[in-house]
């Protein structure tokens, strides 16, 4: 089955412990992306990656950083969480020869940061 | 810069009428157009979309858009909802050419009254 995958679903931690949340697709998609949801303010792009080793940053990047190294993964790794990080985020992928318009969304994962 | 707006931030229908939300995007030139539904729990899920000719898209479930030029709009219509309808829907659009992701309205909560 075609899917993008995210974990952990749910995670509560504590300010400044570093975490990552993982994202994979099985579809061969070169363009990952990653988004934040808020209340009030939909979905925000934070990092994007064009295809393995070539990312760049969307329109919420601080405090955040990625990496893709395997054109199936694309985690996304906080550093030094902190509370305004408290949200749910979003993975996507997408074929580059489609664009990142159509993109695939994996189910969320809602981060607590105390 | 790029802006989509989705007015109504909840939306309450019986079971079985009809529905409209409101997506407007601002922007000089005709993006791409999308409409995706977020179930709860769920990730997002893509309706529909509009890139060009026929302004009249079917999507999946049932759900069909209008694009507007004269007005900027892409507004999501079903005939007769279902319980299940009830959900998040979110409009976004992408401009092209570039690596960008897309630009999300804010979403509108969709209720279903019995």
């Known amino acids: 089955e075609a899917q993008v995958t995210q974990n952990p679903r749910y995670l509560i931690t504590v300010t400044g412990k570093k975490l990552t949340v993982t994202c994979s697709q099985n579809?061969?998609?070169?363009?990952m992306s990653w988004y934040r949801q808020d209340p009030g303010l939909g979905l925000r792009q934070i990092y994007y990656s064009m295809n393995v080793e070539v990312t760049d940053k969307g329109d919420v990047p601080e405090g955040y950083k990625v990496s893709r190294k395997e054109k199936r993964n694309f985690p996304l790794i906080l550093e030094s969480p902190s509370p305004n990080q408290t949200s749910l985020y979003f993975c996507?992928?997408?074929?580059?020869?489609?664009?990142?318009?159509?993109?695939?969304f994996g189910p969320g994962t809602r981060l607590t940061v105390t | 810069a790029q802006s989509v707006t989705q007015p109504d931030i909840h939306i309450t229908v019986s079971e079985g009428a009809s529905l409209e939300l409101r997506c407007n995007y601002s922007?000089?030139?005709?993006?791409?157009l999308f409409w995706y539904v977020q179930s709860p729990g769920q990730g997002l899920q893509l309706l529909l979309k509009y890139f060009s000719g026929d302004t009249l898209v079917q999507g999946i479930k049932g759900f069909e858009a209008e694009f507007k030029r004269s007005q900027s709009s892409f507004n999501l219509r079903k005939p007769s909802v279902h319980w299940s309808d009830a959900a998040e829907y979110f409009c976004a659009v992408y401009l092209g050419g570039g690596a960008d992701g897309l630009t999300f309205g804010k979403g509108t909560h969709l209720i279903i009254q019995p």
């Open positions: 922007y000089g030139a005709t993006p791409y």
């Open positions: 579809m061969n998609h070169e363009y």
């Open positions: 996507a992928s997408s074929l580059r020869d489609r664009g990142p318009y159509e993109q695939y």
